[in-house]
């Protein structure tokens, strides 16, 4: 009988397929206490199967390196470190050897108890990207299980054909057919496997559009559905299944005739994903002449050949809090951080790359210490450039290296969550000390843009300050939208209320775009609202010049910048901005 499994769309596209269903290692963990005389035996066990893991995971990042660039994705490295650094983390291995030694627990048990243990502190945090970072915890624990239980890696390579894995996948080697994964979770170790293999896509039980599950899914552009809650108990082994990336839907036993629907909406997406890619070189001008400037949003400075191969112009937002996360309180230093910002600007180059200083918070454990105090609302604390300006000395060595690097290409300053003249002041100033550092010490150095971001509604009620002091101006729709409307967006319980198109947002940004132009300022947009199609045409009628999204979203935003026309669409984004229920007005564009 046909179903259908709501999750989240986090990577496009339709995939069509029998399910290879991975199950959970922790769902048959044996739990029994051991003898006193077999503490040492069991704890050298379990440090054994955690050097296994190293092992292998430090493995898979040499083969990675060995990968064609096309085959391998930045994100994965940066992933595969994390998963790393929280196996060798002391929470987990001392916190596992005390049950073991003090409550006699078997390897397996202390090592699922110890999980439970950290899993609650992680579900504590604020902050949803930290949240999401359970799973991989959870991904690390089971590969230690697999490896005390003598299994493999959950996701065996496929090569040209298929093979059963360590789950018993119940499909015929002999039989070529499209194979979709459906598992509780997917660790990136995982994925790059995953991406070597026969699967054209892949659901998971947990997730959300932050967990790095899905960032790596984007970065390979593969249809992927998460979060679809009970999927891996309800689909059975070798099930027809259909995932839905657009949609985020996967359907289970579908009938001939939707099987033949969605066949034919896969051959349109393949056809249209080829017709894009044609776009490339083709500039962004409208129908009325209007020439538009589509940007990459990077983390890692190796992202740079992605924006490249989309035919970027530019960085319009590289995130450098990306190179501080995972650190243990070590933070990068001058000569780290530099490396990493002259890397970007030679990937591009020659084009632009804007430079957003580091935007972290109370919530996030990036400081040399660990802070003890706990907030009821950490986006609202220390963070971005809050927690920049408290501490100045990290705040000088991050901009002495933006400025080194601006010396090898055309360099943008951001600066994140600036709300008031003061904070403007101060940082301008701290930025004049780091350049007399530089002089001092003889470094060479070059100029740059400094910008700010627009993401809190008093900056776009003020923003006549703020085109006093910059040079342009980038609106992060993300934080406009979640400060403007007071909701988190990791609370599940509210997050349907995030609305890009609730009125006041429009009229916030209407008020930036507006008064930018008014003193012949760029102002960019940097948010998730840039790479939304169906947002495009509202922009483009709103006045946006330049739009800042992810590299595999650029192509689709071109597609419908070359058939739009401003002068036409002014009125009409005039009419929505007026209106009390603008989504009702947005499938109207002349």
Not at 516 to 522: C, D, I, L, R, T
Request: aromatic share 6%.
């Amino acid at each position: 009988m046909t179903f259908t499994v709501q999750g989240l769309a986090v990577a496009r596209g339709i995939a069509i397929g029998r399910a290879v269903l991975v199950a959970s290692s922790r769902l048959d963990v044996a739990h029994y206490f051991i003898e006193a005389a077999q503490v040492e035996s069991e704890s050298a066990r379990l440090i054994a199967a955690k050097n296994a893991v190293a092992e292998e995971l430090s493995e898979l990042q040499a083969s990675l390196a060995q990968m064609p660039a096309s085959e391998a994705p930045p994100e994965l490295s940066a992933l595969l470190d994390v998963h790393l650094m929280l196996l060798q983390d002391e929470a987990l291995t001392d916190g596992v050897l005390h049950w073991v030694r003090e409550r006699l627990y078997n390897a397996e048990w202390a090592l699922t108890t110890q999980l439970e243990v950290i899993g609650r502190q992680f579900d504590e945090m604020k902050d949803r990207y930290l949240r999401e970072r359970k799973a991989d915890l959870e991904q690390v624990v089971e590969r230690v299980l697999r490896n005390l239980k003598g299994a493999p890696s959950a996701v065996t390579p496929v090569f040209g054909h298929t093979r059963k894995s360590s789950q018993e996948v119940l499909i015929d080697d002999t039989v070529d057919v499209p194979l979709v994964l459906v598992a509780h979770d997917l660790s990136p170790a995982d994925m790059m496997q995953f991406k070597q293999s026969v699967f054209a896509g892949f659901v998971t039980d947990v997730g959300g559009k932050t967990s790095h599950t899905a960032i790596v899914a984007r970065s390979m552009d593969i249809p992927a559905v998460v979060g679809a809650r009970g999927a891996s108990q309800w689909v059975r082994q070798d099930d027809w299944v259909i995932i839905d990336g657009d949609a985020g839907v996967m359907i289970v036993d579908p009938s001939p005739i939707i099987l033949a629907e969605y066949g034919f909406k896969q051959r349109q997406g393949e056809l249209e994903r080829e017709r894009l890619t044609r776009l490339r070189h083709t500039p962004a001008v409208t129908l009325d002449g209007q020439k538009i400037e589509l940007l990459a949003n990077i983390e890692l400075p190796d992202d740079t050949r992605s924006a490249v191969a989309a035919g970027a112009l530019g960085v319009g937002l590289f995130r450098s809090e990306f190179l501080f996360m995972g650190r243990h309180g070590q933070l990068p230093d001058e000569e780290e951080q530099y490396a990493a910002y002259k890397s970007a600007v030679e990937g591009m180059h020659g084009l632009p790359v804007t430079i957003r200083t580091v935007d972290v918070g109370a919530d996030k454990p990036l400081d040399e210490k660990p802070r003890e105090e706990s907030y009821l609302n950490p986006a609202l604390g220390l963070r971005a450039i809050r927690w920049s300006l408290a501490d100045p000395d990290m705040f000088r060595t991050q901009l002495r290296a933006i400025l080194r690097a601006a010396a090898h290409g055309k360099v943008n300053l951001l600066i994140p969550m600036l709300a008031q003249a003061s904070e403007i002041r101060a940082t301008l100033a701290v930025l004049d000390q780091a350049r007399r550092e530089l002089d001092h010490a003889g470094v060479v150095y070059g100029p740059v843009q400094v910008g700010a971001m627009i993401e809190i509604p008093a900056a776009a009620l003020n923003v006549d300050l703020f085109l006093r002091y910059f040079d342009f101006l980038s609106i992060g729709t993300n934080d406009l939208i979640q400060y403007t409307l007071a909701i988190d967006r990791a609370d599940e319980s509210v997050a349907h209320l995030y609305d890009p198109l609730h009125p006041a947002v429009l009229a916030l940004i209407a008020k930036t775009l507006d008064h930018g132009a008014q003193q012949g300022k760029s102002v960019s947009v940097c948010g998730e609202m840039a790479g939304d199609v169906t947002l495009t045409r509202l922009l483009l009628g709103m006045g946006l010049k330049v739009f800042s999204m992810h590299p595999s979203q650029i192509l689709s935003v071109k597609q419908e910048i070359l058939r739009s026309d401003t002068q036409k669409l002014k009125r009409w984004a005039h009419e929505v901005l007026a209106s009390d229920e603008p989504a009702q007005l947005l499938n109207k564009a002349r």
